[in-house]
């Protein structure tokens, strides 16, 4: 465990040199609000309502392997219109820890995933610094491919959070880490920096679990300052046994 967070505070930049500009990590204004990078998922500018297509609630699937194979299979998801690649969840259930991001990624050949190897490294690194292994850990998009123009419509947020809950109903999380702006407002109807100010509740089912939300690992690779100030977001979460 020890070593686990002192991985994570070299990854936060702790062992670097500040002392020429200490405002960087005393001072809050210091640090620009996180924008979408050019290829980050963002939110489609508003149409009128009379130019939305309907958007149709969705038959959700009562028990876990049923729900898998409609994901995989069933072609009037919202994501059929997008892309033939969909990337299924992946993890046990009554996991530990429920990882959700907002849309999956590409790797350096093209190929997609839940995050790309690089952001999954980093992942992994996250989450056993809050004492959770990968065998407790379950992955999982909002939506299950890329849209052409990277973004999701505001249309179509309601039947993709409607989907989400039903999905952790049926995977039964202790905990929830939502990554990025996007996956914010879908889950919450906040911002990224609005939402990760205290901790959050997910309510579906019968059942509401903790949650809280951070900057996506994308995020942190490309801007190593917020690794402090996601660290103090997992420390929001009730701390994982080592059992």
């Given at each position: 465990?020890?070593?686990?967070?002192?991985?994570?505070?070299?990854?936060?930049?702790?062992d670097?040199?500040?002392?020429?500009?200490?405002?960087?990590?005393?001072?809050?204004?210091?640090?620009?609000?996180?924008?979408?990078?050019?290829?980050?998922?963002?939110?489609?500018?508003?149409?009128?309502?009379?130019?939305?297509?309907?958007?149709?609630?969705?038959p959700?699937?009562?028990?876990?392997?049923?729900?898998?194979?409609w994901?995989?299979?069933?072609?009037?998801?919202?994501?059929?219109?997008?892309?033939?690649?969909?990337?299924?969840?992946?993890?046990?259930?009554?996991?530990?820890?429920?990882?959700?991001?907002?849309?999956?990624?590409?790797n350096?050949?093209?190929?997609?995933?839940?995050?790309?190897?690089?952001?999954?490294?980093?992942?992994?690194?996250?989450?056993?610094?809050?004492?959770?292994?990968?065998?407790?850990?379950?992955?999982?998009?909002?939506?299950l491919?890329l849209?052409?123009?990277?973004?999701?419509?505001?249309?179509?947020?309601?039947?993709?959070?409607?989907?989400?809950?039903?999905?952790?109903g049926?995977?039964?999380?202790?905990?929830?880490?939502?990554?990025?702006?996007?996956?914010?407002?879908?889950?919450?109807?906040?911002?990224?920096?609005?939402?990760?100010?205290?901790?959050?509740?997910?309510?579906?089912?019968?059942?509401?679990?903790?949650?809280?939300?951070?900057?996506?690992?994308?995020?942190?690779?490309?801007?190593?300052?917020?690794?402090?100030?996601?660290?103090?977001?997992?420390?929001?979460?009730?701390?994982?046994?080592?059992?």
């Amino acid at each position: 465990m020890i070593a686990s967070l002192q991985d994570w505070w070299s990854l936060a930049g702790v062992d670097l040199d500040y002392a020429d500009r200490p405002a960087a990590l005393l001072a809050p204004a210091t640090i620009a609000p996180v924008q979408d990078l050019p290829q980050t998922a963002t939110v489609t500018e508003r149409v009128p309502e009379e130019a939305r297509t309907p958007v149709q609630a969705e038959p959700l699937p009562a028990t876990y392997p049923e729900f898998l194979d409609w994901l995989a299979n069933d072609r009037k998801l919202v994501e059929s219109g997008w892309s033939k690649q969909r990337v299924m969840p992946q993890g046990d259930l009554e996991p530990e820890i429920m990882v959700i991001s907002a849309l999956p990624e590409k790797n350096r050949n093209g190929d997609v995933h839940l995050f790309n190897p690089d952001n999954r490294k980093l992942l992994e690194k996250m989450l056993t610094a809050i004492g959770c292994d990968s065998g407790q850990s379950y992955l999982a998009n909002i939506a299950l491919s890329l849209s052409y123009d990277g973004r999701i419509d505001e249309q179509h947020w309601p039947v993709l959070k409607n989907r989400l809950l039903h999905h952790i109903g049926l995977v039964r999380p202790h905990r929830i880490i939502c990554f990025g702006d996007l996956a914010a407002k879908i889950i919450f109807g906040q911002d990224l920096l609005t939402a990760r100010k205290n901790k959050q509740f997910i309510n579906h089912s019968s059942s509401q679990t903790e949650a809280i939300v951070t900057f996506h690992p994308r995020i942190l690779i490309e801007r190593p300052l917020f690794k402090a100030e996601a660290w103090k977001d997992l420390q929001m979460l009730t701390r994982i046994s080592a059992s």
